[in-house]
């Protein structure tokens, strides 16, 4: 599938809630990127699980700066998309167990901590690996690779 596709259709069903939190997406998408093992809704659902997640991030957050930034790209044999956040950033020790069923991290418990288990789940499933680290705005960066199909797009 098209993971380009996928990242759209997720700005387009929570792109409003978001504009409404304050909160600026931006995305750089490479457009040569190949597609990817998996189906579209559940590269959607990656999308949705990780922006829904900064949004929640964003309520923890005293930030009047909000900013989300999207990027895939390709990296040798793999896709790679990146959703990064200026929110609050994870705590080390919460980070062992950020993708097991039922943990959050926010403490006003939204949701009930399945979502990046649903991410993790799906990428998986697809041959990939997840990853989340703090980055240099304060804020976090999941990062998913997807092994690609074929070479790059003309």
Known sequence: CDLNRAVREALALLGSQMAARGIRVST??????????????????????????????????????????????????????????????????????????????????????????IVQSIVSGSGGNVDVRNNEWGGATFRIELPALGPEKE
């Open 28 to 117: 750089r998408l490479d457009h040569q990127l190949p597609e990817v093992m998996g189906n579209e809704r559940g590269m959607e659902e990656i999308a949705i699980n990780l922006l829904v997640n900064a949004m929640q991030a964003f309520d923890e957050s005293t930030r009047t700066e909000r900013e989300v930034v999207i990027t895939t790209r390709r990296e040798g044999g793999w896709v790679v998309m990146e959703v990064a956040d200026n929110a609050t950033g994870i705590e080390e020790e919460a980070k062992e167990h950020l993708f097991e069923p039922f943990t959050t991290t926010k403490l006003h418990s939204e949701g009930m901590g399945l979502g990046l288990t």
